[in-house]
Every structure is written in structure tokens, then in C-alpha cells.
């Protein structure tokens, strides 16, 4: 009997995940790569790399949902999409089936989603149209402490006296690191304030109400974020396998079950605000 | 989950007699001010427009205009020149695209009514600040920059319930109006008149609420985006017989609408209710997210805030004020609370979208907890979007469109 696999594609402002399940709603091949500008080569590109992974071939492709900013973009592949709140309810509860509130921290967006024992979406919060506590704040301020991304965990870590930041905004935000690094502060500590900036944000975007569960690339690449959350909420944060592929797996759950929607027709009759202008 | 089948688009036949209703409503403006005809007022949207129209004014409101700049995505332009001046972005954007417009010598109406070179020039500014008090500041702004008198009502706000002291009130202010307008207008108020004016609105607003009311049946036969439209002559020309006539007009092809079962968006699935300003610089866009998800936004306390069931012409300056001061703006939350539960309820809602409208918190009411409280009451979902009743610079258009879809996923599911 030939292979099947359920593809779900999250294509985010700033990585393309690709997860690849078997009929048994296992993990049997998954990766990720920047998005960059060309969205279909990079979807090509993270797809061929799960196929090899899991030892499969586009031909054993029985399903494929995708999700994230660029998910009618993908149309090679699948033109059923499903949002990437959707589909982080739906692979976070594959992982953790009970209530739960899910915080997932994005290149661009937060997110934070609320699922009842049965997996039902109750509400969901996404951050306004300003990129602080998002993964693009970490890179700004990486940016301005010239350091790779991937530095920041162990230098949270060994922090031992945490330089906070007091502004909402990431411009002025950047200003504060600035002014920290011209009073000589150790950039162990500016990056501690910084990552408990990120988390503040977050908290406060919704009451946490059920078992706290976190997941995006940017929680997957900072775990101290994880334990910091845990601290400052004074409770256990659950975390998948692999926190940046939580909205990929919930799309391709969707492919195994069969579902995700058709592009949206457009259909309103209206007329126009300028009356002479029909 | 989504049918494959294309959501056909429906016209509202009576738009093409709005349209020449308000085009004559422009010109006979533009004659006014350019010949000198009749007297100019401009007056804000719930003004005291009864009484400028019993003393002979033809009335003018800039909210609708600013509605214009944004909706022809024209604010962007000149939103800066009124910030350069000391205008806020973060105040009013109607007030920041109205000023920045005129001082740049642009207005939607040159191209919408060929033979309109601008606005009206007024002779007397007319606000009532039950809105907000931008609007106080911004007829202030042409009152300095024109040379024009700026009258107007300073009305309570945040108001629980209605009382006796807050209609006296508003009634002496209203009353007190009327020496300078008779000096400007050089007319005496003929209360028959006033009373003829307050029986027109009040004719005007309950065709407008009937209208509006044909959206409790299923499938809907309008939109909240045709309400934002259609509601033009009920802003712009209430206490007019063209108002009334046209609203029976409209209340008819609705009631038809409703006998024949046709959906304003075909198939609808899901009901929604939309609170506070609409976006207009994306009115056709969200219609369309919305219509393509087969949900229906069948009714929003926006369309509902040009109903006036306290006119009466027996008593009309005290029922004028009872009526701006019934309005849902006005309101405190414990009504506002009420009033959307009921709404709700009434038009059998499946979730409620809130517009958080960056530059417009006085109706934007989601900074106080009710979207919360309103969903732990009903148990209807609610939804926030972020963004402005013109300002787009405030809009992230993806977002909005991933909260709106998602939301709709949610909806469905829970169905």
C-alpha cells in the first residue's frame, strides 16, 4: 500500500513552516526557511526538504491545508486554507487535548487563543498594529546590540541584573537600549529587559484562563522566554516538540481531516459613498 | 465550512434616486453660497438641524464631507497639512482630513459635481458636542479661519438615563441659539414652520428605522455597508419632504426584498452585528471579506444613530433635545451595555464586531471592558479590529483580514 501524506504549509511574514504527517496524524517530516520575496520557491523549497525527510514524493501527497500571511499564495500546492488561528488551536490541542490558553509569538503578530476541554476556539486576541513583544522587536533590537539572534537566549541567561525598558513602542524602546549601552550597561542585561519586555507585552493582551501553552519561532529559538513566562505567571507553561511548527501540524491536521476552506468570492452589491459616482 | 458556489452581488435599485437626491442637495448648496441665495450653516451630524432649516438656512455638515475624504481614500493626502498646523494625528481624523483639505483647496464634491469648486463658505457654524468636543474645535478652527460666528450646545455625555435636567438643559441652549441665528439669518422662527421641520425629521428617522428593521429577517435583505450609505439623506437631509419620500422608496424595494426571500449576500450563513464607526477608506473591502465568507452584517448601532423617536412637533425644541440626548453616543456604558444586548437579540446576531477606531475613542467602545462583559452576558462572540474611521495609516489591511476570517472559522465551528 503506497504512503500518505498531509501537508500543512504556514507560509509567516517571517519563516515558512512546512510540517508533513502520515495517515496517522504523525510528524514524519517538517522544515523551515525564511520566507523572503518569493513565496512559492520557498514553500517548494521547505516542502522538498520535509518529502526527503519523511522519505516521501509529491505524488504521496493525499492532502494539503495551507495558513499564514501567505497562505493564498501557495496555490501549487493547495488552494484550501484555513487561518493561523485555526490551525494553532487545532495543533496545539493535538498536543495538549484540554483547556487551553495558547500565547504564540511570531515574526510579525502575537497571538493569544483560548480552547475549551473539547478543543472549541472561545476567543482570540492578536496584537494591534505595532510590532512590540513580536519577533520583529527582537530583531530590531538584536539589530541595534549587533548581535545574531540566536546569541539572545544565552545572554538573557547569564544575566544577573536585568536593565528594564519602559516603553510601549519599539522606536523609543530602541532608544532605551541605546542609552543603556552609552552608560556602559552589560548587554547580558539589556537583553534580559528586552525578553521581559516581550513577555509583558504578551500578558497583557488577554486574561490567561486555562493551562498556559506557548509556542512560534520565537519561543522555539528563546526557551528562557518560556521559563521567564512561567515566573512572572507563577504557573507551568506547556510547550510542543516544536513550538515553531504548532500552526503547520494544525494545518495539516485539517488536510487529514479533509478540510480548509476555498478562496472567498467577493459579492457585495453596494453602492458607492460619492452618490454621483455609481 | 465553504461552499464553492460565487456570491452574486445585488444593487439596491433605489440608489440611483439617492444619488440624484443628493446630487441636487449639493448643487442647491453651491448655489447658495455662490449666489448668495439663501443663508449657509454647517452644523454637525446631530446638531439642531430642525432649527436651521425652520429659519430658512440650507444646511451643510463636514463629518459627512470628511465621510467623503475617507472614503475616497483622499484623507492620507491632507491629513498632514492640518497636523502641521498643530492638529494631533491621534485626535478626530474627520476633523484632521476635513481641515487639511480645505486648507489644501481640495474636496471630493469638485469631482463628484462637476461645476463645485468647494465647500459651501458659511454663515454660521452650528455643533452640538453630544458626539464629542472635536467637533467644537474643529467649527472653531473655521469660525477663526473665516470670520464666521460658531454657536452651539455644550450637551452632557456618558449619561445613564435621560432626566428632566438634562433635557432643560439642552432645551435652553437650543433656545439660546436663536437670536443669533435670526440676526444672521434676518428671519424670525416661525414655530409652524419648526413645527412642520421636527414632523419631517421625525417622519425621516422612523421610515429609517423600519428600513434598517427589514435586516431582522433571514436572510437580511441589506447590509451594514449599504445602511452606511443609504443613510446619507437621513444625515444630510432630514427634516426634508425629498428625505421622507426617498426613505419610502427604499423601505419599499426592502420590504420587497424580504417577500421575494433575496439575501443582500447570497447564501447568508452567519449574522453579525458591527459596532462603532465603519472604515471608510475600506467599506467596499471589508463588504467584500465579509460577503465572501457568506456573513451578513445585518445591523450596527452606526446606521441606528440617525433615529430619533423623541421628535415631536408639538413640543419640538424640548423634543429635539430629549432626542440628542437619547443618542446611543451619548450613553453611558450601563445603557450602551443594554441597548446592544437587545440589538442583538432583536436581529438574532451569530457574533458582534467591534471597530476600535484609532482616532475616534468617543465611538469606539472597547476601551472599557463592555465587548467583554457583553460576551460573558449574551455568550455572542466578539471581535476587535484595529483601525480608523479615515486615517488608513492606521489600518494593517492583513490583519484585519486574519482576525475577520478567523473569527468567521470560530462562528462556524461553534455552530
Sequence with gaps: ?278 | MMDDKKTVRKKIQTTDQMNKIMADYFYGLNQAATTGSQKVAWCTSVGPVELLRAMGFVVYFPENHAAMLGATRTSNEVIPTATAIGYSPDICSYLTSDIGAYLKGITPLSKAYPGIKSVPKPDVLVYNTNQCRDVQDWFAWYSRTLGVPCIGVSSPKCISDVTAAHIDDVTRQIEALIPTLVSISEQKLDLARLREVVSLSRQCTDIWKEVLETATASPAPLTFFDSAIHMGPAVVLRGTREAVAYYRLLLSEMKERVGSGIAAVDGERLRLFWEGLPVWGRLRQHSEIFAGLKANIVASSYGSSWIFPALDPDDPIRSMAKAYLELFIVRADVYKEKHLQEMLEKFRVDGIVFHDSKTCPHNANTHYGLPQRLEMKTGIPALVISGDVTDMRCISDEQTKTNIEAFIEQLEEGK
Design chain 1, 1 to 278: 500500500m503506497s504512503k500518505r501524506f498531509f501537508v500543512g504549509l504556514d507560509m509567516g511574514s517571517s519563516r515558512t513552516k512546512v510540517a508533513l504527517l502520515n495517515a496517522d496524524r504523525q510528524l514524519v517530516g517538517h522544515a523551515v526557511k525564511k520566507s523572503g520575496t518569493n513565496f512559492a520557491a520557498t514553500a517548494k523549497a521547505c516542502l522538498d526538504v520535509a518529502l526527503d525527510m519523511a522519505g516521501g514524493t509529491r505524488k504521496e501527497i493525499a492532502g494539503a491545508v495551507s495558513t499564514g500571511y501567505g497562505r493564498t499564495n501557495v496555490s501549487f500546492i493547495t488552494d484550501r486554507s484555513k487561518t493561523e488561528i485555526g490551525c494553532l488551536a487545532k495543533g496545539c490541542y493535538h498536543y495538549f487535548p484540554q483547556a487551553i490558553t495558547i500565547i504564540d509569538i511570531g515574526g510579525q503578530d502575537n497571538k493569544v487563543i483560548n480552547l475549551d476541554a473539547a478543543g472549541r476556539r472561545g476567543s482570540f486576541k492578536m496584537n494591534r498594529k505595532c510590532a512590540a513583544g513580536t519577533g520583529a522587536f527582537l530583531e530590531e533590537m538584536a539589530g541595534r546590540l549587533d548581535l545574531q539572534l540566536e546569541e539572545m537566549n544565552a545572554l538573557a541567561q547569564q544575566s544577573r541584573e536585568m536593565i528594564k525598558l519602559g516603553s510601549f513602542c519599539t522606536v523609543f524602546s530602541a532608544t532605551e537600549v541605546l542609552e543603556s549601552i552609552r552608560h556602559g550597561k552589560k548587554v547580558s542585561d539589556i537583553v534580559k529587559g528586552i525578553f521581559y519586555s516581550v513577555i509583558r507585552r504578551v500578558l497583557e493582551m488577554d486574561a490567561l484562563t486555562e493551562q498556559v501553552t506557548m509556542t512560534g519561532g520565537v519561543v522555539e529559538h528563546n526557551p528562557y522566554l518560556v521559563e521567564m513566562a512561567q515566573e512572572m505567571i507563577e504557573r507551568p507553561v506547556l510547550v510542543p516538540d516544536f513550538p515553531q511548527l504548532a500552526g503547520a501540524v494544525g494545518a495539516a491536521l485539517y488536510a487529514v481531516e479533509g478540510e480548509g476552506d476555498p478562496p472567498a468570492e467577493p459579492g457585495w452589491g453596494g453602492a458607492k459613498l460619492i452618490w454621483a459616482l455609481q
